[in-house]
């Protein structure tokens, strides 16, 4: 154009109608097969024929407008004020777009969905802020804008007060009478495109300054988007469904990647189409550990809860109508209708979870004789999930002759948590009633498109901050020597009855019972590792956030951050819970950053910085209109993980209930009871004693000195002689008798006893006297009784100590 002005008054229009079959079909048919919108389509044919016309040049960015009306909060209504809230965008498809119609309508639709709140923040930073101003700069001035009106069906109903003359306001056109602009007003871009729909006929409109060059050009390109847009339209319609990559925004996705999930990882899921894929998107870190630790040993994490299920208006339970209800939470909750498939995605994730349109899974509904026999039949050992491309739940009901009903839920803390189990079986409730109305749940995927938005290094700086220095934490095993059989999984309810004394301590103290929780687990694990500081992991949830329905969605809305904890002696209970609460609060805005990035930060990757875990769940209020149907917990909720021991704890209006979880292989029922004993004890002491320092606290509870009065009850009769002498007797009459039987070595009694002779000498000579103290510290080996001997033999002390204890215990 040289220095010709780009006025209005110097503007040509030009344009086409397309038909009332073809507008039919834009309008809803042509968008099923790759789910676009109509501006998608409009764009698309208009940018190919560009393309086919304009061979010499590249493809220019579209500049789209929008109507800017989205609310960007929920409390914000726009529908009816009056105002001007246009945004304009720019759409870019790139050399790509000449390669197919088809092809070209994907890249719009995915560079239309790519720019963020229909583009109201582009705009107003391109316009209203200087560092938008320079960074956009290159984007004027603009080729070509935009603007799909719409339809107005309202002003074409008969007896409408309102009817268009002519031109729809918002249609491009020149400065001609009736124009809302003069012609000496500048246009905003070389090309200003319209499309509306009226009365049945799509009008597609082109303005443009009759001076440019290639005039006859910019003809056959209008003539040829009306070819475009027909073929397009057709073609469109008739097509299989197929994704794009804007279907899975949160998934980094090529369309390589797309084609291999589509036809390789679907597939060897066993979903025979992508057409049945409702939506895919990343794991969040939590689920990525669990379903690495689940690879590991399908036991864990496989949860399922017993139930028996009641009505308050005592009718007998319809089994039928239960299990329809357990279907429509299915269909409800996007999250039971996930599967877990080998990730496609560029990003640092093992898996993708897939969201299915549709699944069938039936509900098992059994009949028994007895409410015993019932109960036996559901507490049979948990399903273990080996493929996690399969749906990782299973709802079970039994009934008894006399009309009880039971259920149990299998289900992998993969697509839960502790308040997912509260949501589902108040949802159930609520759908047995026919409460829980149509459509769908609150979505996961709002969860990790938050974290996917959060930054990672801040968070692992703090993490490495707080985390310096310290050594791994591990409850020691006490087994009391007996060898399990196979690993199971054990609970022992703790009970704790003064929970309204505590809560109010807490409030006195500006804490929260979560902290003295802490603070007397810290103080169990004080006693149990000799260590004065401690370190164990706490579940964190972040439900209280602003995320979409995120305090309804059914997944797991959880982390689990450590917890370090330093119990001087000196220190009072009441100093732990405020540095507790003070270590929470500081951590919270980094609570979602994944334990295995901080460990690897840490480079403590290849050793557990804890293996104890404690979990606080608040359990949801009681509705005020609540359900007609009931489920009673039979017994706490089997909830394998990988830590050594667990305390979980639920806590309603009124009560408490405190279970320590613990495998088979790490306590015996026994010691369990012992620590169950210590910890209460270590509530009770935060309650009674929370101000005195730790040194002087008694941490010995009432099931402890019954045990000792039972050790005690009876004297052993007292024998004379010293252990070392008594061996002496042995190594005499059974000298070659086997005495110590080790991986390393085996030992006769006489060889023994000539081993710690020697030693004894030795260790004589180098100065070790009658009643010394010596230490000893070996790791499992027949050389470490060998040493215990010979200390004895030389009239000292053997005091044992283990090397797996931190250095700070064994320094002490």
């Known amino acids: 154009m040289g220095d010709t002005p780009n006025v209005y008054g110097q503007m040509a229009r030009e344009g086409f109608e397309i038909g009332p079959q073809q507008t039919s079909l834009l309008l809803s048919k042509c968008h099923e097969s790759l ?34 009306r989205e609310p960007w909060d929920a409390s914000i209504d726009l529908s009816n004020v009056v105002g001007w809230f246009t945004t304009i965008y720019p759409v870019f498809s790139g050399a790509e777009a000449q390669s197919s119609l088809v092809e070209t ?50 002003l074409e109903r008969e007896g409408a007060l309102f009817t268009p003359v002519s031109d729809i306001a918002g249609e491009v056109k020149g400065a001609t009478d009736g124009a809302d602009v003069g012609p000496l007003t500048t246009c905003i871009s070389l090309f200003e495109v319209s499309a509306v729909i009226i009365k049945g006929h799509l009008r597609f409109s082109f303005v443009f300054n009759q001076n440019m060059n290639h005039q006859a050009e910019i003809r056959q390109w209008i003539a040829s988007c009306q070819h475009s847009l027909g073929t397009l339209i057709e073609s469109l319609s008739v097509m299989s469904p197929e994704p794009t990559l804007s279907d899975f925004p949160l998934l980094s996705l090529t369309y390589d990647r797309l084609r291999l999930l589509a036809e390789e990882k679907l597939p060897q899921a066993g979903v025979g189409s992508i057409a049945l894929v409702e939506d895919a998107y990343p794991c969040s870190p939590m689920q990525s550990g669990l379903l690495i630790s689940t690879t590991k040993n399908s036991a864990f994490y496989a949860a399922y809860t017993l139930h028996e299920v009641k009505s308050r208006s005592g009718l007998p339970v319809d ?50 004789d007895t409410e015993e026999d019932a109960l036996a039949a559901l507490s049979a050992p948990p399903l273990h999930q080996k493929d996690n491309s399969q749906l990782l739940h299973h709802f079970e009901v039994c009934t008894t002759k006399s009309g009880k009903a039971f259920c149990r839920l299998d289900i992998s803390h993969v697509i839960m948590d502790g308040a997912s189990l509260s949501i589902l079986f108040r949802d159930l409730a609520m759908a047995y009633d026919g409460s829980r109305g149509s459509g769908e749940g609150p979505l996961y995927r709002n969860y990790i498109k938050h974290l996917q938005d959060q930054a990672i290094q801040p968070g692992i700086d703090y993490w490495k901050s707080y985390l310096s220095g310290v050594e791994p934490c591990h409850f020691p095993v006490l087994d009391d020597g007996d060898v399990a059989e196979s690993k199971d999984l054990r609970y022992l309810r703790v009970k704790f009855g003064e929970l309204a004394e505590l809560q109010s301590l807490c409030d006195d103290q500006g ?195 019954q045990q000792l009065c039972e050790w005690n009850g009876q004297m052993p009769e007292a024998v004379e002689s010293c ?47 009658v009643e010394d103290f010596v230490l000893v510290c070996f790791d499992k080996s027949a050389f470490a009784i060998v040493a215990m001997l010979a200390i004895l033999k030389a009239g000292s002390v053997s005091v044992p100590l283990d090397p797996a204890h931190p250095d700070t215990a064994l320094r002490l």
């Open 511 to 705: 804490v929260t019972i979560v902290n003295a929780i802490y603070a007397a687990w810290a103080l169990t694990l004080r006693l149990y590792t000799a260590s004065a500081e401690v370190t164990f992991g706490y579940l964190t949830s972040a439900r209280d956030l602003e995320i979409q329905g995120i305090s309804d969605v059914v997944g797991p809305v959880i982390n689990i951050v450590p917890c370090r904890v330093n119990v001087d002696a000196s220190t009072t209970l009441g100093d732990i819970m405020s540095l507790v609460q003070t270590d929470y609060l500081d951590s919270l805005e980094y609570r979602h950053i994944p334990l295995a990035e901080v460990q690897h930060a840490l480079q403590l990757s290849d050793v557990a910085l804890f293996n104890t875990a404690v979990s606080y769940r608040k359990l949801l209020p009681t509705l005020q209109n609540p359900p007609d149907l009931v489920f009673d917990e039979c017994r706490p909720t089997y909830d394998p993980d990988e830590y050594n021991v667990s305390v979980n704890i639920e806590a309603g209006e009124d009560e408490m209930a405190i279970d320590l979880m613990y495998w088979s292989d790490t306590l015996s029922d026994g010691q369990a009871a012992n620590v169950a004993s210590t910890f209460t004890r270590a509530l009770s002491n935060v309650l009674h004693y929370c101000n005195q320092p730790i040194a002087q606290l008694d941490h010995l509870g009432s099931w402890h000195h």
């Open 105 to 154: 309508v994907k890249l719009v639709k995915d560079g239309r969905r790519k720019v963020p709140d229909s583009g109201r923040p582009y705009f107003a930073s391109r316009w209203l802020t200087e560092a938008g101003d320079k960074a956009f700069s290159r984007h004027w001035p603009l080729e070509i804008t935009f603007n799909y009106l719409g339809q107005y069906q309202q």
């Open 35 to 68: 789910r676009t919108e109509i501006p998608d389509v409009l764009m698309a044919a208009m940018i190919f024929s560009f393309g086919q016309t304009f061979t010499d040049r590249p493809i220019p960015a579209v500049f789209a407008e929008g109507h800017g």
């Open 723 to 769: 252990l070392h002498d008594l061996f002496k007797q042995q190594a005499v009459s059974r000298p070659d008798a086997p005495a110590v039987a080790s991986w390393d070595m085996d030992f006769t009694y006489a060889e023994l006893d000539d081993a710690s002779t020697k030693l004894a000498h030795h260790i004589i000579s180098l100065g070790v006297g």
């Open 319 to 368: 089994v039928t109508k239960l299990a329809n209800a357990w279907k429509r939470m299915i269909e409800y909750h996007p999250m039971l209708r996930t599967i877990f498939v080998e990730s496609v995605a560029q990003q640092d994730s093992l898996y993708d979870q897939v969201v299915l349109r549709e699944v069938e899974f039936p509900v098992i509904v059994s009949e028994k």
